[in-house]
């Protein structure tokens, strides 16, 4: 069992940063993919980044790519979602998803999610 807790949203304007942190219980993090998903009102639930276990691979949604960046510190359990040059259309509840598949491909193959944190951002 894996539990995840997010933090890190909150209210930016159009062009700000927020770094999104998500902390894992157990002892077997590294054993895990780990993935940002997000889900606007209205819409879907959709990928964001995702990260290998080991973290030397990493890839991101057509709409992020270039601004946020997605890391993780094996030693600390945590996985981190940097976030640049927000957008409004960013705007969304933001879950980060643990996966014991080694490329997850879609939501299905993630088995562990968070609660979410919202993310606004105004224009």
């Known amino acids: 069992q894996v539990r995840l807790v997010e933090s890190g949203g909150g209210l930016v304007q159009a062009g700000g940063s927020l770094r999104l942190s998500c902390a894992a219980s157990g002892r077997t993090f590294s054993r895990y993919a780990m993935g940002w998903f997000r889900q606007a009102p209205g819409k879907e639930r959709e990928f964001v980044a995702g990260i290998s276990r080991s973290g030397g691979n990493t890839n991101y949604a057509d709409s992020v790519n270039g601004r946020f960046t997605i890391s993780r510190d094996n030693a600390k359990n945590t996985v981190y979602l940097q976030m640049n040059s927000l957008k409004p259309e960013d705007t969304a509840v933001y879950y980060c998803?643990?996966?014991?598949?080694?490329?997850?491909?879609?939501?299905?193959?993630?088995?562990?999610w968070g609660q979410g944190t919202q993310v606004t951002v105004s224009s």
């Open positions: 998803a643990a996966s014991s598949t080694i490329l997850p491909g879609s939501p299905r193959d993630y088995n562990y």
